[in-house]
């Protein structure tokens, strides 16, 4: 065997290794995605059933510390943490190199992997330094800081065009997830060729169910953004917690807000359904 043909061999090795690498890291991304948005869903049921109060927060905050005060519970968060990660870098590959599929390689799609390899970041930043000791930093109310944010961009120059123009984009967001889910655009996205009807029945609902939920918690905490920037008033921002609050100021009262928690519970099994089919 040559040189060059050993290197070329070592070269195919060291690709399979990285390829496996990135699809551990990109499913145990999505099994701690799916647990967070379990939690949260969880917690929303408790707040639209003790009447909105019983001092929880029902946003990635509350569902940390629910983690926390499990038995192992740090251990956990650690694992949490290590697993979002996984997920920030599952994206930061597709940004880099493009991902699977015929149309991975499109400049959109590198682009819209990139936000979201930031996205990830933060948030795994966010549970590791929680449970690193730092209570502040992953389970502060995200009402509290989305007060603080707001505040700051709305004394900037263009402050409310900033904040408005950024409502108007989480709208968006909003509507691209809904927009997805009810038209069953993950399904391009998941290998299901070997699992039965019935499984592949039930990774729809949850997908369509939790996919439209939490597009309708995006669209509407960019609402939110909107109505501050129009009336300058930071308070008219919120944070999950309060979005998921306001659902009870309908006059489906709480009934609304434990229909959008069991969607983001069905978004958290939909997720662990992507860490065992998706294509990565």
Known sequence: MTSATAERGRERARSAADGKAVETAARAGFVARGVIYLL????????????????????????????????????????????????????LSEALFGQAGPDGHKPVKRIVAAGRCVFYAFVAYS???????????????????????TAKALDWPGGQWIVGAAGAVVVGVGLWMAFRAVTLKFRKHLDMSGSGEKTRRAVDVVGVFGGAARGVVFGTAGGFAIAAAVQHE????????????????????????????????????????????RKV
């Open 127 to 149: 549970v590791l330094s929680y449970a690193a000791g730092d209570k502040g930093s992953g389970s502060g109310s995200s009402d509290k800081k989305t007060d603080d944010v």
């Open 40 to 91: 949260i869903g969880v917690l929303a049921l408790r707040v639209a059933f003790s009447g909105g109060g019983g001092g929880e927060q029902a946003d990635r905050g509350g569902a940390l510390k629910e983690v926390a005060e499990q038995p192992l519970g740090v251990a956990l968060l650690w694992l949490l943490g290590i697993g979002v990660v996984g997920m920030a870098l599952w994206r």
């Open 234 to 277: 930071p308070g008219q921002a919120k944070g999950m917690d309060d979005t998921l609050r306001s659902f009870t100021d309908t006059p489906a009262g709480p009934w609304l807000l434990a229909l959008i928690a069991l969607g983001l519970a069905a978004f958290g099994l939909f997720s662990w359904a992507n860490a065992r089919w």
